[in-house]
């Protein structure tokens, strides 16, 4: 199917999918061609993460991420994917109040041409994901490992491991459901406490790193394709190496450069007949100015 051919996917579709045993395929992607490749493999929802910071930008975590920075890789993910619905990762701090959540949820939707949004919390966030909610903005949230808290983990590390942590995660994910949002996500929070806890919720659950209980998957699209190679998380399966077809592909570029042998006659524009002999005569004159 085509690019132009493609139906895009509602927020009814992605609520209507859990009902009907739909696992629906979610990427994160950060720019154009990388959301032209998702949308021509026919993936479900492209996801505009603030992991951007790290695989586009090389910060070592999402924390760098701004409201600028996401605005504008929304805006060439739209463009690369017209017709793939697009979700929108609020970055940190951008949404710790309702007024500055509903701005920049806004401006997502405005100006990086988003069809949701999804910040990243619970229990304690439930009254700004139900503001944004009840202002129509179609909103997710994203829990268990939350990058945004990555410090008070002392680093990236899977939750839920006890019984009472995962009853908070079970928690959060009612508390998100409660506030009216279409979907919750789970990343790295082991397989049967994911898979019991989707079990218990009305709305989709997608996860990373989080088993294959849950209603759908996402993973970043640099790191399935092996272009983001600084590591690679254990629930990351590499389905391509592009990193490596790049490095062989620029390193055959530079010998041919070295050794004279490109660009050839295929690879240059010939000129015109009669062209070279006036243009030699045109120098030799400038020459004998």
């Known amino acids: 199917m085509s690019q132009t051919e493609r139906k895009k996917r ?28 998702a949308e021509a493999a026919g ?7 603030d992991s951007l910071a790290m695989t586009a930008h090389g910060h070592p975590s999402t924390i760098p991420a701004t409201m600028d920075m996401m605005i504008l890789h929304a805006q060439a993910v739209r463009r690369g994917a017209p ?6 990762c609020m970055p940190y701090q951008s949404y710790h109040t309702v007024e500055k959540a509903l701005a920049n949820a806004t401006r997502f939707m405005q100006e990086g041409g988003c069809d949701a949004v999804k910040p990243q919390g619970g229990k304690s966030q439930a009254h700004i994901l139900k503001a944004l909610v ?31 942590s995962a ?12 506030a009216g949002c279409f979907m919750v996500e789970f990343e790295a929070v082991p397989a049967d406490i994911a898979r019991l806890i989707s079990a218990e919720l009305e709305i989709p659950t997608i996860g990373i790193g989080a088993g294959n209980g849950t209603d759908g998957q996402i993973l970043l699209s640099y790191d399935l394709l092996g272009v983001y190679t600084d590591f690679k998380p254990k629930f990351t399966k590499r389905y391509a190496n592009l990193t490596e077809v790049a490095v062989a ?41």
């Open 167 to 178: 009853m908070a995660i079970l928690e959060d994910a009612l508390a998100i459901q409660d």
């Open 43 to 49: 993936v479900d929802v492209v996801v505009v993460g």
């Open 249 to 289: 592909g620029l390193r055959a570029f530079a010998e041919d450069v070295r050794a004279g042998s490109f660009p050839d006659e295929e690879h240059s524009y010939a000129t015109p007949e009669g062209v070279l002999e006036e243009f030699r005569t045109l120098l030799e004159r400038r020459r004998q100015i």
């Open 83 to 88: 017709n793939t619905f697009s979700l929108g």
């Open 134 to 164: 009840d202002a129509g903005i179609p909103t997710a949230s994203h829990i268990g490992m939350a990058p945004h808290q990555v410090a008070l983990y002392g680093g990236f590390r899977i939750q839920g491991r006890t019984a009472e």
């Open 10 to 37: 509602t927020i009814e579709d992605i609520r209507r999918s859990k009902r009907d045993g739909t696992r629906m395929v979610y990427t994160s992607v950060p720019d154009y061609t990388s959301a032209r490749w």
